[in-house]
């Protein structure tokens, strides 16, 4: 399904693709500073399963607005869930966790609670200076039900996860940078240069590459050090096999940047 398409029948979402192959996703509900509801979850959802993977080469995710990449969970919205409805929150960011193209959250403002989950099911996370990073919900007798303890846990160590959801209390991008939490943490006149450059070398990137690299780093934490070694070796093997391959190869004869086509 095109994405012009699908962006016309969402409202909590707007999105693009452009001549790289970059889906940007934008969440834009900024007057709730962009709070994830329903809505948010659910055309999200649609859009990572309906559009053609082949045209996408990377994904960004940001949220509209000058605040906030996203306060969280719509509090409203968990507010009238049943207990039944309220297990329904992780698919969306296991579907993104799971897209199989590299993706990346570009982070200007709060990220907190169910944003900051979506920010961690990406791959990558990019943020300036003025954002701030938590998980509030402790606050609301709650914790966070997105994968956020799971992959929290995973990417800055049990005492530091422990320390933002039990707290609750939000840290800086510095101190997110510095915990492992997110990539790069810059002043917001160089995020727009950052961000480009990342997109232009996953977009630009070997698609088969990057999709096989993802399935592997993505299992090696759950995985045993020799299984996992096995799982790459073969990844290994396999993509010595791809044109894409062959053009890199190519390319670095002639002296040139290589152009990939996902073969
Ligand atoms: N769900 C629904 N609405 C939210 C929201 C959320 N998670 N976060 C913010 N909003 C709404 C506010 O209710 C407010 O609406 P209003 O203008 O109709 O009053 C609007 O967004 C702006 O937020 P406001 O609180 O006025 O901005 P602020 O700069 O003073 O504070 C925060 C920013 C992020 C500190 C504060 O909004 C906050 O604590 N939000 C809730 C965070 C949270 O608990 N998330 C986890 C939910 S499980």
């Known amino acids: 399904m095109r994405v012009a398409d699908i962006d016309s029948e969402s409202e909590a979402i707007a999105c693009s693709i452009d001549d790289r192959g970059r889906l940007a996703v934008t969440i834009d509900r900024s007057d709730r500073l962009n709070a994830v509801d329903d809505a948010v979850r659910e055309e999200t959802c649609h859009l990572l399963e309906a559009v053609d993977d082949d045209a996408v080469r990377c994904v960004t995710f940001e949220g509209a607005?000058?605040?906030?990449?996203?306060?969280?969970?719509?509090?409203?919205?968990v507010a009238d869930r049943t207990p039944a409805e309220a297990l329904d929150v992780t698919p969306l960011y296991e579907?993104?966790?799971?897209?199989?193209?590299?993706t990346l959250a570009a982070i200007d403002g709060y990220c907190l609670g169910g944003g900051h989950e979506l920010a961690l099911a990406c791959d990558l996370r990019v943020a300036t200076t003025d954002?701030?990073?938590g998980f509030p919900e402790i606050g609301l007798g709650l914790l966070p039900g997105?994968?956020?303890?799971?992959?929290?846990?995973?990417?800055?160590?049990?005492?530091?996860?422990k320390e933002l959801v039990f707290r609750g209390d939000r840290i800086d991008a510095e101190r997110a940078?510095?915990?492992?939490?997110?990539?790069?943490?810059?002043?917001?006149?160089?995020?727009?240069?950052?961000?480009?450059?990342?997109?232009?070398?996953?977009a630009s990137?070997?698609?088969?590459?990057?999709?096989?690299?993802?399935?592997?780093?993505n299992n090696a934490e759950d995985t045993s050090l020799g299984a996992g070694m096995a799982m790459e070796s073969q990844a290994f093997g396999f993509l010595t096999t791809t044109?894409?391959?062959?053009?890199?190869?190519?390319?670095?004869?002639?002296?040139?940047?290589?152009?990939?086509?996902?073969r």
């Open 146 to 161: 997105g994968g956020g303890t799971q992959r929290l846990v995973r990417l800055v160590g049990e005492a530091r996860a």
């Open 65 to 77: 607005g000058e605040k906030a990449f996203s306060a969280g969970a719509d509090v409203d919205s």
């Open 131 to 133: 954002s701030e990073f």
């Open 243 to 262: 044109e894409d391959f062959e053009e890199g190869q190519r390319a670095f004869q002639e002296d040139r940047e290589p152009e990939f086509e996902g």
């Open 95 to 102: 579907v993104v966790a799971e897209f199989p193209r590299p």
């Open 205 to 217: 990137g070997p698609p088969v590459a990057l999709k096989v690299a993802k399935t592997v780093l």
């Open 177 to 202: 940078a510095d915990w492992g939490l997110i990539n790069r943490a810059v002043p917001p006149e160089a995020f727009d240069e950052t961000v480009e450059s990342y997109v232009d070398d996953l």
